[in-house]
C-alpha cells in the first residue's frame, strides 16, 4: 500500500550523531520529542524538539550534556522537567558508564540557536563502571524507574522532593541463563502498563523473560521468540495480555502472554535488524518499526487490535466496504539514509509521530489522512 499519499515529511538535522530519542510524556498538549546526540569526541547535547502542527515547523533548544555519549533517554510520565539518560564517556584508557535523571531548566523556545544551555542534575541512578547501563524506563505513571544493565534489572523509587532515588529490588540474569541466540546479557526491556504496572518483560538473546517486580521471580520464559536477537518489545496499550517484540531476523512478532507457544502474527517488513516497536497509545492497530534497512513501517493489525470489527451485512448497509476494517500488514514506509535506530509516537497528537537514524536526521510525519479517516470514520 506503499501507493498511498503522505504529507510531506518535516526534517530536523542534528551536527552529531544519534539514536536516542523520546516522546516528552507529560506534556499532552505540546508536540515534543527528546533527542540525545553520540559524539564520542565532541560536546554532546539534549535537544527539545517542538513541532507545530499548523504551522509544519520544528523549533528546538539545545542543552549541554557533559556527560559523554547518549544511548537512551526517557522522560519522565509525571513531570514535564524531567528526563533521564544512560551515557559514556572515555576517560584516560577506561569508559565510564552511567544514567542520570536531569531537570530542564526554564527556556523559551525562541531562543533557538543560542548557545546550549546547561541541564540541572538532579540525582544520579548507581552503575557499576565496568556494566553499561542500556535502559532507563519511567513507571507509566508515578516516580519510580526501571534500571537494565547487561546483566541485571533494578527497580529504583524515586523522591522529586529529596530529588534521590533508592534501590528498591534487582533480579539477576545468571551468567549461562540465557538461552537461544545470543548472549547471556539483557539487551531490552518494557513495563507492562496493565495490572497495576506490577509486571515487566525483558530479552535476553532471543528469550523472553516476565518479571513480577514485587518479588523480582520470572512469571514466564520464552526461549527462541526470534531466530537472533530481540532488539525492542513494546506492550498493546489497550488489550493487557498482548505485546510486541521485534529482531535482527527483521521480523515484528505479536504475542499473548498467556500462551507464548507461537506469535499471534508475524510481519516480515525490513530486510534488516528492526531496532524499535511501538504500538499507537489511542489507536493500537496501528504500529511502527524502524530497522537498519533506514526505513520506518507503518503497519495495521486491526485483527489484533481492541477495536471489535462484527460481520457486516453488505445488503443492509450500504457502507459496508467503507466499514471493513484495513488489512493486516504494512501499510506504507517512510525513507532515511542510514539506520534508524529509535521511532516514537507523540504524547499529545494520535497521528503524528518522529523518528531518528544514526546520521543524525530526525523526521516528523503524519499518519496518512486516508488511514486516519478510515479508522475513525
Same mark, same amino acid.
Given at each position: 500500500?506503499?501507493e498511498?499519499?503522505?504529507?510531506p515529511?518535516?526534517?530536523?538535522?542534528?551536527?552529531l550523531?544519534?539514536?536516542?530519542?523520546?516522546?516528552?510524556s507529560?506534556e499532552?498538549?505540546?508536540?515534543?520529542?527528546?533527542?540525545g546526540t553520540?559524539?564520542?569526541?565532541?560536546?554532546?547535547?539534549?535537544?527539545?524538539?517542538?513541532?507545530?502542527?499548523?504551522?509544519d515547523?520544528?523549533? &528546538?533548544n539545545a542543552?549541554?550534556?557533559?556527560?559523554?555519549?547518549?544511548w537512551?533517554?526517557?522522560?519522565?510520565?509525571?513531570?514535564?522537567?524531567?528526563?533521564?539518560?544512560?551515557?559514556?564517556?572515555?576517560?584516560?584508557n577506561?569508559?565510564?558508564?552511567g544514567?542520570t535523571?536531569?531537570?530542564?531548566?526554564?527556556?523559551d523556545?525562541?531562543?533557538?540557536?543560542q548557545?546550549?544551555m546547561?541541564?540541572?542534575?538532579?540525582?544520579?541512578?548507581?552503575?557499576?563502571d565496568?556494566?553499561?547501563?542500556?535502559?532507563?524506563?519511567?513507571?507509566?505513571?508515578?516516580?519510580?524507574?526501571?534500571?537494565?544493565?547487561?546483566?541485571?534489572?533494578?527497580?529504583?523509587?524515586?523522591?522529586?522532593?529529596?530529588s534521590?532515588a533508592t534501590?528498591?529490588?534487582?533480579?539477576?540474569?545468571?551468567?549461562?541463563?540465557?538461552?537461544?541466540?545470543g548472549?547471556?546479557?539483557?539487551n531490552?526491556?518494557?513495563?507492562?502498563?496493565h495490572?497495576?504496572?506490577?509486571?515487566?518483560?525483558?530479552a535476553?538473546?532471543?528469550?523472553?523473560?516476565?518479571?513480577?517486580?514485587?518479588?523480582?521471580?520470572e512469571?514466564?520464559?520464552?526461549?527462541?521468540?526470534?531466530y537472533?536477537?530481540?532488539?525492542?518489545?513494546?506492550?498493546?496499550?489497550?488489550?493487557?495480555?498482548?505485546?510486541a517484540?521485534?529482531?535482527?531476523?527483521?521480523?515484528?512478532?505479536f504475542?499473548d502472554?498467556?500462551d507464548?507457544?507461537?506469535?499471534?502474527?508475524t510481519?516480515?517488513?525490513h530486510?534488516?535488524?528492526v531496532?524499535?516497536v511501538?504500538?499507537?497509545q489511542?489507536h493500537?492497530q496501528?504500529?511502527? &518499526?524502524?530497522?537498519s534497512?533506514?526505513?520506518?513501517?507503518?503497519?495495521?493489525v486491526?485483527s489484533?487490535? &481492541?477495536?471489535?470489527?462484527?460481520?457486516?451485512?453488505?445488503?443492509?448497509?450500504e457502507?459496508?466496504?467503507?466499514?471493513?476494517?484495513?488489512?493486516?500488514?504494512?501499510?506504507?514506509?517512510?525513507?532515511?539514509?542510514?539506520?534508524?535506530?529509535?521511532?516514537e509516537?507523540?504524547?499529545a497528537?494520535?497521528?503524528?509521530?518522529?523518528?531518528?537514524?544514526?546520521?543524525?536526521?530526525?523526521?516528523?510525519?503524519?499518519?496518512?489522512?486516508?488511514?486516519?479517516?478510515?479508522?475513525?470514520?
Amino acid at each position: 500500500m506503499d501507493e498511498i499519499e503522505k504529507d510531506p515529511a518535516i526534517i530536523y538535522g542534528l551536527e552529531l550523531n544519534a539514536r536516542a530519542l523520546a516522546a516528552q510524556s507529560a506534556e499532552t498538549e505540546l508536540v515534543r520529542f527528546l533527542v540525545g546526540t553520540q559524539g564520542p569526541s565532541h560536546d554532546n547535547q539534549v535537544l527539545l524538539i517542538d513541532f507545530d502542527e499548523e504551522s509544519d515547523r520544528i523549533a &528546538s533548544n539545545a542543552f549541554q550534556h557533559n556527560s559523554g555519549e547518549i544511548w537512551h533517554i526517557s522522560a519522565s510520565a509525571t513531570h514535564k522537567d524531567l528526563f533521564a539518560t544512560s551515557h559514556r564517556k572515555a576517560v584516560g584508557n577506561a569508559v565510564q558508564h552511567g544514567g542520570t535523571v536531569w531537570k530542564l531548566p526554564d527556556f523559551d523556545l525562541k531562543m533557538e540557536g543560542q548557545t546550549p544551555m546547561p541541564l540541572e542534575e538532579a540525582f544520579t541512578l548507581g552503575t557499576d563502571d565496568t556494566d553499561p547501563l542500556l535502559n532507563i524506563l519511567w513507571h507509566p505513571t508515578k516516580d519510580s524507574v526501571l534500571t537494565l544493565t547487561p546483566h541485571e534489572m533494578q527497580l529504583w523509587d524515586i523522591n522529586t522532593g529529596q530529588s534521590s532515588a533508592t534501590a528498591t529490588a534487582k533480579a539477576k540474569l545468571a551468567v549461562g541463563e540465557g538461552q537461544g541466540a545470543g548472549p547471556s546479557e539483557f539487551n531490552a526491556c518494557r513495563w507492562n502498563p496493565h495490572h497495576n504496572c506490577s509486571f515487566a518483560v525483558t530479552a535476553d538473546g532471543s528469550t523472553l523473560r516476565g518479571w513480577d517486580l514485587r518479588t523480582m521471580e520470572e512469571t514466564f520464559t520464552k526461549t527462541g521468540a526470534h531466530y537472533d536477537n530481540v532488539r525492542s518489545l513494546d506492550f498493546n496499550p489497550n488489550k493487557q495480555y498482548n505485546m510486541a517484540t521485534c529482531g535482527d531476523d527483521g521480523t515484528v512478532k505479536f504475542w499473548d502472554t498467556r500462551d507464548l507457544s507461537m506469535p499471534l502474527l508475524t510481519m516480515a517488513s525490513h530486510s534488516h535488524w528492526v531496532w524499535s516497536v511501538r504500538y499507537n497509545q489511542f489507536h493500537d492497530q496501528l504500529i511502527l &518499526s524502524s530497522s537498519s534497512d533506514s526505513q520506518v513501517v507503518l503497519s495495521n493489525v486491526a485483527s489484533l487490535s &481492541s477495536d471489535l470489527y462484527g460481520d457486516i451485512d453488505v445488503e443492509e448497509d450500504e457502507d459496508a466496504e467503507a466499514k471493513k476494517p484495513l488489512p493486516d500488514g504494512r501499510m506504507t514506509s517512510y525513507e532515511h539514509e542510514d539506520s534508524v535506530y529509535a521511532v516514537e509516537w507523540s504524547a499529545a497528537d494520535p497521528w503524528i509521530f518522529a523518528s531518528l537514524s544514526y546520521d543524525g536526521r530526525l523526521v516528523v510525519n503524519k499518519v496518512p489522512k486516508s488511514i486516519k479517516y478510515q479508522i475513525l470514520l
